[in-house]
C-alpha cells in the first residue's frame, strides 16, 4: 500500500474541510455578536446564518471533491 491509498481525501480535501470548519465557527461567532435581545438582529438572523450555510456548502464540495 502506498501513502495516498490509506488515506480517504487528498490533501486539498482535508485542507478545505479545515477552511469549512473554520467558517462556521465564525458564523456562529458572528451570531454571539448580535447585541438585539435573544439575538434577534440583522447578525443573529440574517449574516450569522449566511455565513453557517457557506461553510456546509464548503464542506459539501470538499467531500465530493476528487482528489
Do not use: R
Request: no cysteine; charged share 15%; proline share 3%.
Amino acid at each position: 500500500m502506498t501513502n495516498k491509498e490509506k488515506f480517504p481525501f487528498g490533501k486539498t480535501n482535508y485542507s478545505l474541510m479545515l477552511a469549512g470548519i473554520a467558517i462556521i465557527l465564525i458564523g456562529f461567532f458572528v451570531m454571539s455578536l448580535d447585541k438585539e435581545e435573544f439575538g434577534f438582529g440583522f447578525l443573529g438572523l440574517t449574516l450569522g446564518p449566511i455565513i453557517v450555510l457557506a461553510g456546509f456548502g464548503l464542506e459539501f464540495f470538499a467531500i465530493l471533491k476528487k482528489s
